[in-house]
């Protein structure tokens, strides 16, 4: 009778092992499938930043192009050109308001040129300056496109980060939260249609 009892026991105790071996080993399943995405996402995130940084340097570059162009024709315009000219794109680690001011920035240049070519008849039917404005309205496509891939990305880490049970991972992975990209304040404004 001892030997049934004893041996009843060590199968209950191997049926117990097994369960707690398969509950471990399901957690750190877990842990570690959950600490990969979450760093997968990090990398989506800054591949998606670099997207940005490479529509910004397009439109730079660009800009710096319909400046030379504006150049001829708007002599008196020194302060626009001067302002363009002395803009420095942000370095791609650099923190994404930076970016944003550096993204506004050149938005307001454009804008400015643009009314320095309404001045201004011949450059408005220069082929150069007709060629150039279609390709900043391909480079700002991408960029939006840029945008809207990189924002949706910090959606999903962001909401990875905060939801439970993942967040215990982030929290000890130490993962804070990412800025979204934010739109330009003009561009939030209302829009004045006139006829």
């Given at each position: 009778m001892n030997n049934t009892l004893l041996d009843v026991g060590v199968v209950i105790g191997i049926v117990v092992g097994a369960i707690l071996l398969i509950l471990i080993i399901g957690i750190v399943s877990w842990w570690i499938s959950t600490s990969n995405r979450l760093k997968k996402e990090q990398i989506k995130i800054d591949e998606a930043a670099s997207g940005i940084d490479v529509a910004l340097t397009k439109r730079f570059d660009l800009l710096t192009k319909a400046v030379a162009t504006v150049k001829g024709y708007a002599k008196h315009e020194q302060e626009t050109l001067t302002n363009v000219i002395s803009m420095r794109r942000p370095a791609s680690n650099a923190p994404m308001k930076e970016k944003e001011n550096f993204a506004n920035a050149?938005?307001?240049?454009?804008?400015?040129?643009?009314?320095?070519?309404?001045?201004?008849?011949?450059?408005?039917?220069?082929?150069?300056?007709?060629?150039?404005?279609?390709?900043?309205?391909?480079?700002?496509?991408?960029?939006?496109?840029?945008?809207r891939v990189?924002?949706?990305?910090?959606?999903?880490?962001?909401?990875?980060?905060?939801?439970?049970?993942?967040?215990?991972?982030?929290?000890?992975?130490?993962?804070?939260?990412?800025?979204?990209?934010?739109?330009?304040e003009a561009k939030r404004q209302d829009v004045k249609i006139e006829f």
């Amino acid at each position: 009778m001892n030997n049934t009892l004893l041996d009843v026991g060590v199968v209950i105790g191997i049926v117990v092992g097994a369960i707690l071996l398969i509950l471990i080993i399901g957690i750190v399943s877990w842990w570690i499938s959950t600490s990969n995405r979450l760093k997968k996402e990090q990398i989506k995130i800054d591949e998606a930043a670099s997207g940005i940084d490479v529509a910004l340097t397009k439109r730079f570059d660009l800009l710096t192009k319909a400046v030379a162009t504006v150049k001829g024709y708007a002599k008196h315009e020194q302060e626009t050109l001067t302002n363009v000219i002395s803009m420095r794109r942000p370095a791609s680690n650099a923190p994404m308001k930076e970016k944003e001011n550096f993204a506004n920035a050149v938005t307001k240049a454009f804008d400015t040129i643009n009314v320095v070519a309404e001045q201004y008849p011949d450059l408005k039917a220069n082929t150069n300056f007709l060629a150039l404005q279609n390709q900043i309205t391909e480079v700002e496509e991408q960029l939006q496109a840029a945008r809207r891939v990189y924002n949706s990305n910090v959606t999903v880490y962001n909401q990875d980060i905060v939801v439970f049970p993942s967040s215990i991972v982030a929290n000890h992975l130490r993962c804070v939260k990412r800025d979204f990209f934010e739109a330009e304040e003009a561009k939030r404004q209302d829009v004045k249609i006139e006829f």
